[in-house]
């Protein structure tokens, strides 16, 4: 199994410009904090929990507790990907995130947009990574 801070950023042109993930430091089973996002990202750092990992249902659930990503709005971002194989070989996958702004505070709807649009970059650039490279 391949994780994100294993895929050589040099090797994949891809993630270099998406750059989530440039110095990965794992606190403990349950935390992982990442520091340094690289020249394409506006966050320094980011502190997430890790919920539940369930390899037999493919299912990962983090939560974002810390950090310059929360801009001072949000308390909380909780996420659940979790992926489902498809009759053809491949699989298909769902990506559920849940902000919890802090109170009195709205988000506005582009902001959600803008960092949904740069999750997809990310993930569709690890997908190319791992279809070109299946033994990474």
């Known amino acids: ?30 935390f992982k904090a990442t520091e340094g996002h690289g020249p394409c ?6 502190k997430h929990r890790i919920d539940e990992l369930d390899k037999e249902k493919m299912i ?8 310059d990503a929360l801009m001072d709005k ?23 995130s849940v902000y919890h702004s802090k109170p009195g505070v709205e988000i506005k709807e582009e902001e959600i947009k803008d960092g949904k649009e740069k999750a997809a970059a990310v993930f569709k650039a690890v997908e190319a990574y791992l279809l070109a490279n299946p033994d990474a």
């Open 1 to 30: 199994m391949t994780s994100f801070e294993n895929i050589s950023l040099t090797e994949s042109p891809d993630l270099k410009e998406t750059s989530a993930g440039v110095k990965v430091e794992v606190e403990n089973e349950r």
């Open 41 to 46: 990202s506006q966050f320094k750092y980011v």
């Open 60 to 67: 990962y659930k983090y939560t974002l507790i810390e950090g």
């Open 74 to 96: 949000i308390e909380y971002i909780s996420y659940e990907i979790s992926f489902e194989a498809s009759p053809d070989g491949g699989c298909k996958s769902k990506n559920v």
